[in-house]
């Protein structure tokens, strides 16, 4: 069920950190902005989509730290591209990640009660596997400004919290 969003997310990994890829094929820092913006607005719309359909405490606690963590994040990262005068880069990366979360989204509004927490809860775990991966793999080491660099470290710091949190809830839906 939580296939084509992940799918999509490691897909472009693939493409981005392919071993025959030429220099120009890495990412710029306008286009890793706007991949970590994407993929920070995907989860804020998923846990605002989960405070309005759970009724489960340790789902409704995590989605709210969700939406603020990635709030937040976002927010550092608006004022860094501010800062440095630069236009995040819309991509094909950023498109795919944003069309498979719609239709992640559209099978999660399907579903309520125990049903929507695992599914929920599962693909929160899915996604922060596949961006903290494609941030230590891609992102973090494309990434030529030294604050874009830090923030995204800092990120992924924060994110690999956000799987360990997700795989916790995961457990105690069990």
Do not use: W
Request: glycine share 4%; charged share 20%; proline share 3%.
């Amino acid at each position: 069920m939580r296939m084509p969003l992940v799918s999509m997310l490691g897909i472009a990994c693939l493409l981005f950190a392919a071993p025959a890829a030429q220099a120009q094929d890495k990412p710029t820092d306008p286009q890793i902005a706007h991949v970590a913006y994407t993929a920070g607005v995907i989860d804020i719309e998923a846990a605002k989509l989960a405070l309005t359909k759970s009724n489960t405490k340790a789902v409704v606690d995590f989605a709210t730290s969700m939406q603020n963590d990635h709030q937040a994040v976002n927010e550092q990262a608006l004022a860094l591209v501010k800062k440095l005068n630069v236009t995040p880069e819309d991509n094909a990366t950023s498109q795919a990640l944003t069309a498979a979360a719609q239709a992640e989204r559209a099978k999660l509004e399907k579903l309520d009660g125990a049903a929507f927490d695992k599914a929920y809860v599962d693909n929160e775990i899915a996604f922060h596997k596949q961006v903290n991966a494609a941030l230590e793999t891609v992102l973090i080491p494309s990434a030529e400004n030294g604050e874009l660099k830090s923030l995204l470290e800092t990120g992924l710091k924060l994110f690999q919290g956000h799987q360990q949190h997700a795989e916790h809830v995961a457990a105690d839906l069990k």
